[in-house]
């Protein structure tokens, strides 16, 4: 399958789904962090581009409910931040997941489809993470783990805190490689197709 990855500099989910078999690319205002298939620039210059599958990673600096004590002066972000959000989910790709933390996501567009966790897929760690989905099924947990400590708490402060924060479980990015890349077997029509 060809698997966009959008919005990911760690190229984490992309170099998962390249395991996999899959020919994906990752796309990042920033530049990748591993060599690897990757486009510098805004994912909107790529993202009519043929894909089978897209991950999306948008930024939820104005959207995670964890910073709701600040909307109230970031309206005009936030309304493009959800804007942004918006035509992540209408791209014409037949297979979408959008990924964030808890966020006005839910209320201002639309509930997600499943919430998972870090220690559901081998990670001793909390971080509640939404996933919207088109066309792919709920990630079924591959390694239920006991350690439950909260991510933020293990971080040092800095300035690439919110990099770091924000990478990919390797677990989560392993679980859609093979559960969503194996998708391939099963060709779902565009939606608004007859
Ligand atoms: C929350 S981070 C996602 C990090 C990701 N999970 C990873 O492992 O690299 C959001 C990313 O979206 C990128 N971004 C923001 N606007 C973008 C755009 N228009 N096109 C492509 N990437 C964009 C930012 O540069 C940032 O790296």
Redesign the pocket.
Known sequence: MRVLV????????RDAMMRAGHDAM?????PT?RPGPHYQ?????VIGDGWDLAIF?????HLAVSGARWFKDKQQQQAEALE?VRRLLLAPIPRIAL??PVSVISSRIRQPDQIIQPWQFGHGETKATCLWLIGLPPLVPTNIVEGREQRIHRMPPGPDR??E????FQGIADAMATQWGGAVEQPLPLRGAA
């Not at 959008?6 to 989910?13: L, R, T, Y």
């Not at 990673?57 to 600096?61: G, V």
């Not at 924060?165 to 990919?168: E, F, L, Q, V």
């Open positions: 959008g919005c990911e500099s760690s190229g984490i989910v990752s796309c990042d205002l920033l962090e620039g805004d994912v909107f210059d990673h948008p930024p939820c600096t942004f990924e964030n919110w990099r924060r924000s990478r990919t």
